[in-house]
T-cell receptor, first 112, second 114 residues
Framework: DSGVTQTPKHLITATGQRVTLRCSPR?????VYWYQQSLDQGLQFLIQ???????AKGNILERFSAQQFPDLHSELNLSSLELGDSALYFC???????????FGQGTRLTVV | DQQVKQNSPSLSVQEGRISILNCDYT??????FLWYKKYPAEGPTFLIS?????DKNEDGRFTVFLNKSAKHLSLHIVPSQPGDSAVYFC?????????????FGTGTLLAVQP
């Protein structure tokens, strides 16, 4: 158990809908990362927050947004969903910028 | 632009032998490299890392080698065990002061045959 909690574990939704994925980092970790893993793809970096502030952006679509709250949990919002958004979404946390990141078990999103 | 590449999608090794997983990178600004292991239906688990100022780091059965001139790193597992069967991801840290990213390769599926 990495200490990073992601909910829900599975999500099935229709195209055009909006969903919110939730992540609780390890106790004391200030940095939260979001990654997307599509079929046969590596882990694509989406976005990073550190202590509530956005610090780095990767290949995150404009339809996607994220935030980190004062209690350090983070949410990834995916809107106007398309079939191609079906993927595993991982959250990771680390105690400071750029050190080893500890991953949650992921949320499997299926868009039908 | 895939800055971290794992060109072998899969590798099969006999139990007790050495497993060598390879990773190439293109960005000379990476300052830290990590290996993660991932079982199905689980998140990636940190395995071992190496700073760009070193060329070798060892932890039990796992050793990571870094060749900066070739922009290449490898993970050696000796001896390989069936429980090592998993997907292995290579990752590199792009340090930018206030911003840091971990960039991952596409992974190599290791199968250790009993």
């Amino acid at each position: 158990d990495s200490g990073v909690t992601q909910t829900p574990k599975h999500l099935i939704t229709a195209t055009g809908q909006r969903v919110t994925l939730r992540c609780s980092p390890r106790s004391g970790d200030l940095s939260v990362y979001w990654y997307q893993q599509s079929l046969d793809q590596g882990l694509q970096f989406l976005i990073q927050y550190y202590n509530g502030e956005e610090r780095a952006k990767g290949n995150i679509l404009e339809r996607f947004s994220a935030q980190q709250f004062p209690d350090l949990h983070s949410e990834l919002n995916l809107s106007s969903l398309e079939l191609g958004d079906s993927a595993l979404y991982f959250c990771a946390s680390s105690p400071q910028l750029g050190t080893e990141a500890f991953f949650g078990q992921g949320t499997r999103l299926t868009v039908v | 632009d895939q800055q971290v590449k794992q060109n072998s999608p899969s590798l099969s090794v006999q139990e007790g032998r050495i497993s060598i997983l390879n990773c190439d990178y293109t960005n000379s600004m990476f300052d830290y490299f990590l290996w993660y292991k991932k079982y199905p239906a689980e998140g990636p688990t940190f395995l071992i890392s190496i700073s760009s100022i070193k060329d070798k780091n060892e932890d039990g059965r796992f050793t990571v080698f870094l060749n900066k001139s070739a922009k290449h790193l490898s993970l050696h597992i000796v001896p390989s065990q069936p429980g090592d069967s998993a997907v292995y991801f290579c990752a590199a840290r792009l340090y930018g002061g206030a911003t840091n990213k971990l960039i991952f390769g596409t992974g190599t599926l290791l199968a250790v045959q009993p």
